[in-house]
Every structure is written in C-alpha cells, then in structure tokens.
C-alpha cells in the first residue's frame, strides 16, 4: 500500500500541517522527552489506514516505536484500541493530527462502504466508487473503498469510455432529449475499432435506454430511475441482451440499495 505516491501525500500533507515549526510543542515540551501514545476508537467500525499512521510518523522520526493493535478491513467497538506509539513527543505530537486525519477519513469510507456491501449480501450486485473523490487523496480513498468491501470503477478518465449525459448533449447526440440513433450507432462502431477500453453509456430516460442498449455497450448506466423503471430495464436487457452489464446510480442509499439491488 505504501508506495512513493502515497509518502508524496504523506509528506505534503505533514507540510500543511506544520508550517515551518509545531512552535507550540518547542516552546512547552522539553528536548529530547519521551511520550507515550494511543489511539482508540471513539465509536465502531472499520478499520482503514493504520500504515499510513505508521508511515506519518516515521517520516519525521525512523526510530519511533509503533504497535498496530489492529489490521486494515478489522472490525472495531468504541473505545478499543487501534495503535500504541512511543517515541519523541514532539514528533509525536507535531505528528498526530496527520495521522488521525488519515486514519479517520479512510476508516469512515471504509466503515460506510462495508455497510452498503452488507445491505446487498447474496444478491450477485457490486458496490462501485466514482471519481467524486478529495482532490490528490483518490488512491487513498479508493483503497479504503476495497477495504470496506466496495469495488473500485476508474481510477482515471484514461481507464475506460463512459458516455456520460454531458457528452451526448455537447456531442449533439441528444437534442431536446431525444436521441440521435444514427449518430450514436456510428459513434459506438467507431468506438469499437478505435480502442479495446470497455464501453459503458449514461442514460436518463426508458425511451434513450432502449436505443441505446441495441448496441450493445459493455455497461449502460441507469441514473436516476425509478425502481419500476429499472425493474423495466432489467426484463429487456434479460431477454434479447443478457451480456450488456447495469449499473445504477443516484438517488442510492441505506435504505433502498437492497432494493435496488434484488431488481437485478
């Protein structure tokens, strides 16, 4: 997991917090005094991030001692334990809100995923990511996500072709809603020669999601339907194109991803 991309993070992330000094710890804590540290959890879930917190602080110290209590994708109540840290206490002290701030950030992305992966146990559907990440932390917060039990879409806009809404309106392909057939068929068979990429299409509407379909896209995403209108979507993908994928989003949430989730 710890590789030069996430210790560049790690080390500008250090930066932003402490600015040329900790001028705090140097002028209350003494030279060369050790500390003693833990970390507890202040409410259940799981676990994420706790060799970027080892990482943080050896950064500014190579010889500080850190015990992790827990692993990555562990399970953990209020109050228990995760780590023990002992060391310099100004590098520890200088040190800990980055490591916090990493821990709990990817452990709540982890622990929120794993609550949807469980929502949808034993229904043969995936939880996917999006690109609707913090700006320079995507390999951190995707990590997180399979740790939670979540599955990652694409880690850039090079990874695969996703007609999104915007792209068939500024490509003219959709005009007052309505979409252009011929065009759109042209595209995908160009498409098809041009790249080995998966090819995946948004639509908003049963009326654009029927043209579309006949093409036979890898996936086509579903935004935005209602659970009678995806219930629709998945009787004609079932009987005449059983290889195109769904996806579905917005709107997803606790209390219907199971829902959604058994409509196939």
Known sequence: MINKEIIAIIKRALAEDIGKKDITTLLTVPFRQ????????????????????????????????????????DTFRKDEKVAYIRGDAHIILS???VALNFLSLLSGI???????????????????????????LRALEKYAVRIGGGYNHRMTLAQEVLIKDNHLRVARFINKERLDEERFRN??????????????VEVESMEVF??????????VMLDNFSLAQLKKAVVQRDEYFPQVKLEVSGGINLNNVREVARAG
């Not at 833990?38 to 676990?47: D, H, N, Q, T, W």
């Not at 622990?111 to 990511?129: C, M, N, P, Q, R």
């Not at 595209?187 to 995946?200: A, C, Q």
């Open 34 to 73: 050790e500390a003693e540290a833990v970390i507890f959890a202040k409410e259940k879930g799981v676990l994420c991030g706790i060799n970027i917190v080892w990482e943080v602080f050896k950064q500014k110290d190579k010889k500080i001692f850190f015990k992790s209590l827990k692993k990555d994708g």
């Open 110 to 136: 982890s622990t929120l995923t794993k609550k949807f992966a469980d929502k949808i146990k034993g229904t043969g559907v995936k939880i996917l990511d999006t690109r609707k990440t913090t700006p320079n």
């Open 210 to 219: 029927k043209k579309v379909i006949k093409y036979k896209p890898d996936v």
């Open 187 to 200: 595209s995908i068979f160009y498409l098809r020669k041009s790249t080995r990429s998966k090819i995946e």
């Open 95 to 97: 040190s800990e809100r």
